[in-house]
């Protein structure tokens, strides 16, 4: 009746997965945390190893589908909802606000932790591990090349400012 309680070496393996998609998860937000970004640590850790948990069920559900003779259905729907899902939450980081717009980075940061979270579900560390190091890449290295290109074709610290458009609406009675 409790034998899915057990402590097993698939248990084990389960439980490798999601710590590795914490672990893949926490070094990216560490980096958000360090550029005083609002989505952190425990946001980035917990995506990705609620991507990678999303992953595991979905294949655990194949497999003991199969093992039975059931059909079953498509196995990519789970992974290819939870890319929907990670897609509206960003969405909802995305701020415009006077022709500028923020969170593009953060959503789309958001958006390779579920796919960096999705890895470690099924198994595949190499490329979580690699995927998680070029995110820091980008992260890190590529904003100091971005201020560096900003610094020379603004020729100053703020982006040009635009002038705002007064708008009037006109009533009708």
């Avoid at 991507?51 to 069920?57: E, G, M, P, Q």
């Avoid at 980081?93 to 960096?116: H, K, Q, Y």
């Avoid at 070029?134 to 002038?163: A, G, M």
Wanted: some cysteine; proline content about 4%; glycine content about 10%.
């Amino acid at each position: 009746m409790f034998t899915h309680l057990v402590v097993n070496q698939a248990s084990l393996a389960i439980f490798y997965k999601l710590g590795m998609a914490v672990i893949c998860g926490a070094l990216i937000g560490t980096e958000r945390v360090i550029s005083h970004k609002d989505a952190g640590m425990r946001t980035y850790a917990l995506v990705a190893m609620g991507a990678a948990l999303f992953v595991i069920v979905s294949d655990t559900l194949v497999h003991l589908y199969m093992s039975q003779g059931t059909p079953v259905g498509d196995p990519l729907q789970i992974p290819s909802m939870i890319i929907s899902g990670i897609g509206f939450i960003g969405a909802g980081m995305i701020i415009f606000r006077e022709s500028n717009v923020t969170g593009l980075t953060t959503a789309a940061g958001f958006w390779v932790a579920a796919g960096i979270g999705m890895a470690c579900g099924y198994g595949l560390y190499i490329p979580a591990a690699m995927a998680t190091l070029i995110t820091l890449f980008v992260f890190i290295v590529l904003w100091h090349v971005e201020q560096q290109i900003k610094k020379i074709s603004w020729d100053e610290e703020e982006p040009p400012k635009k002038r705002k458009k007064k708008v009037t609406i006109p009533i009708i009675e």
